[in-house]
């Protein structure tokens, strides 16, 4: 495989739109060809471009690629939840004191979501709304860097065999930019995919899944 065919299948891979366009047999393969090396600058004559494009529609694996990512997805149980807020905190020698500490709490045990995303500097802790203000009390105010309010989770839980498919986060990822929603976060752990957004934009993403199993 030449290296400009990579580069097109790449291309195509990400944007979502197109790949839907090319499966239906209603896009032009000359005009997208054209499209693609003028936006991305690709290199090579708009023959290879045509042709890599041409391989991408006739190729057995992309087409098991897609079947398998559509299959996982079809059968995830989809659920949403509301309120969430997500406590940014400054890394310190003291904060997985604080976070046992609030672990342990028997009101703060009670809350639906405890969620945590560690960086090298910070760690993002995503909790119910609700339990945002015993939260805090844990820790101290220097540790305390941001607090997003408005937040919702839409959740993916995959069977064993949707699981192990691949591309199923790039695809969902993908999808969901295409639909003009930003991820603010997004924790896996088997059998379920977390995805964590603006509240406003809830529907909208919701949709964006539905639309995979199509």
Same mark, same amino acid.
């Given at each position: 495989?030449?290296?400009?065919?990579?580069?097109?299948? %790449?291309?195509? +891979?990400?944007?979502?739109?197109? $790949?839907?366009?090319?499966? $239906?047999?209603?896009?032009?393969?000359?005009?997208?060809?054209?499209?693609?090396? =003028?936006?991305?600058?690709? =290199?090579?004559?708009? +023959?290879?471009?045509?042709?890599? !494009?041409?391989?991408?529609?006739?190729?057995? =694996?992309?087409?098991? /690629?897609?079947?398998?990512?559509?299959?996982?997805?079809?059968?995830?149980?989809?659920?949403?939840? #509301?309120?969430? #807020? *997500?406590?940014?905190?400054?890394?310190?020698?003291? /904060?997985?004191?604080? @976070?046992?500490?609030?672990?342990?709490?028997?009101?703060?045990?009670?809350?639906?979501?405890?969620?945590?995303?560690?960086?090298?500097?910070?760690?993002?802790?995503?909790?119910?709304?609700?339990?945002?203000?015993?939260?805090?009390?844990?820790?101290?105010?220097?540790?305390?860097?941001? !607090?997003?309010?408005?937040?919702?989770?839409?959740?993916?839980? @995959?069977?064993?065999? *949707?699981?192990?498919?691949?591309?199923?986060? %790039?695809? /969902?990822?993908?999808?969901?930019?295409?639909?003009?929603?930003?991820? /603010?976060?997004?924790?896996?752990?088997?059998?379920?995919?977390?995805?964590?957004?603006?509240?406003?934009?809830?529907? $909208?993403?919701?949709?964006?899944?539905?639309?995979? #199993?199509?």
């Amino acid at each position: 495989m030449t290296s400009i065919t990579k580069r097109v299948w %790449a291309l195509i +891979d990400e944007d979502p739109s197109i $790949r839907k366009d090319l499966a $239906r047999g209603v896009i032009n393969v000359s005009g997208l060809a054209a499209y693609l090396k =003028e936006q991305h600058g690709l =290199e090579g004559s708009l +023959d290879s471009v045509i042709s890599a !494009i041409r391989r991408y529609k006739a190729s057995e =694996e992309v087409q098991e /690629l897609t079947a398998g990512v559509r299959q996982a997805l079809k059968e995830a149980v989809v659920t949403t939840k #509301t309120k969430i #807020t *997500g406590l940014q905190l400054k890394n310190s020698t003291n /904060l997985y004191k604080y @976070l046992s500490d609030l672990m342990k709490d028997p009101e703060f045990y009670k809350s639906e979501i405890f969620r945590l995303i560690k960086s090298r500097n910070e760690t993002l802790c995503m909790i119910d709304s609700e339990s945002l203000g015993r939260a805090k009390t844990f820790f101290p105010e220097g540790n305390i860097i941001e !607090i997003q309010e408005g937040l919702a989770e839409l959740s993916l839980t @995959l069977t064993a065999d *949707g699981w192990d498919s691949k591309g199923v986060m %790039a695809r /969902l990822s993908n999808e969901i930019a295409n639909y003009g929603v930003n991820i /603010l976060a997004i924790i896996s752990a088997e059998p379920r995919i977390s995805i964590f957004l603006a509240e406003e934009n809830l529907m $909208r993403a919701h949709e964006a899944v539905l639309s995979l #199993t199509r």
